[in-house]
């Protein structure tokens, strides 16, 4: 009864927002996702294709709130993302995890890292002239320390893809999009523990989806399926589809201050060999301009 009450509630964010997209003013570029933005993982996991721009550095924060009924320890993931082109970004981002002190533990008597992060994407633009903007990456992870056994899989991943988004010219708040990708899985020496429906096997995954954009707000239909059954020593099948919300939070609610704010909420729905898996995800992420944080930049931090 729960998860379909809140089902009805996305459901009803999603309907709001296609009823006031006529009603509302236009908002500042500055107040809106951009497409790395968007990617919480766990809330929106799927890549988007547009990239930061040239000299655009941005220190990210992201904690993940459900921990804190969930686990003894707070992850967060600290990390930069930097435009070195006008079409190629890097990233780098290192998780962390701290008790939280609402369950076992004390609040940060157990602290560390438990995951690096590396990653880069290239904006190759529209080739064959479908109108389909395109871009190509990779990601790499890799296990750090000693981490408490339910802050990492343990995993090494090393994770090409493609991704191409579409805006639809008659309706350009709308955007579908899909993707390709292949994750390469490695056991490493630090232990770890796999969430629900993870494969923790090579694997390759298609996804597509919908996106809707009212002013600061984001609104998202994602449907991904996995299998092993090509590149892995097993044949599991993993089928995930998330609505989500994403919310720029206005200034106003952030103190004042000039980093952009995001609310993700999405719902999780899975089913795979350990079957159905049906829950809410609730996160947090600050994007800070970092040249304007060491006094580079004079004017107000700006979305990419």
Same mark, same amino acid.
């Given at each position: 009864m729960?998860?379909?009450?809140?089902?009805?509630?996305l459901g009803g964010m999603l309907l709001s927002g296609l009823v006031l997209a006529d009603e509302s003013p236009p908002v500042p570029v500055k107040n809106k996702p951009s497409d790395d933005d968007l990617q919480i993982k766990g809330v929106f996991n799927s890549v988007l294709p547009r990239t930061e721009k040239k000299n655009s550095f941005r220190l990210v924060v992201h904690p993940h709130l459900g921990d804190l $009924?969930?686990?003894?320890?707070?992850?967060?993931? &600290? !990390?930069?993302?930097?435009?070195?082109?006008?079409?190629?970004?890097?990233?780098?981002?290192?998780?962390a995890y701290f008790t939280h002190g609402l369950k076992r533990g004390g609040f940060f008597q157990d602290s560390g890292f438990s995951t690096i992060h590396l990653g880069t994407k290239y904006r190759i633009g529209d080739p064959l002239g479908l109108g389909w903007d395109t871009s190509v990456g990779l990601n790499w992870q890799q296990p750090m320390g000693s981490p408490?056994?339910?802050v990492t899989d343990g995993l090494r991943h090393t994770a090409p893809f493609i991704t191409a988004s579409h805006q639809l010219e008659q309706?350009?708040?709308w955007r579908v999009f899909a993707g390709f990708g292949w994750d390469d899985v490695t056991?490493?020496? $630090?232990?770890?523990?796999?969430?629900?429906?993870? &494969? !923790?096997d090579d694997s390759i995954n298609f996804s597509g989806g919908v996106l809707f954009?009212?002013?600061?707000?984001?609104?998202?239909?994602e449907a991904t399926y996995y299998t092993t059954r090509f590149f892995g020593t097993t044949n599991r099948d993993v089928y995930a589809v998330r609505p989500s919300v994403v919310w720029v939070i206005p200034p106003k609610y952030t103190f004042g201050s000039n980093s952009k704010w995001l609310l993700?909420?999405?719902l999780r729905l899975t089913h795979g060999p350990d079957g159905n898996?049906?829950?809410?995800?609730?996160?947090l992420r600050v994007n800070f301009d970092f040249k304007r944080l060491l006094g580079r930049k004079k004017n107000a931090a700006s979305a990419p």
């Open positions: 729960r998860m379909r009450c809140i089902g009805w509630l $009924t969930k686990r003894d320890h707070l992850r967060t993931a &600290l !990390g930069f993302r930097y435009g070195l082109t006008s079409r190629w970004e890097v990233s780098t981002e290192a998780d408490p056994i339910d309706s350009p708040a056991q490493t020496t $630090t232990r770890g523990a796999l969430e629900k429906n993870e &494969l !923790g954009e009212h002013g600061p707000t984001t609104y998202a239909l993700g909420l999405g898996d049906v829950g809410l995800n609730a996160k």
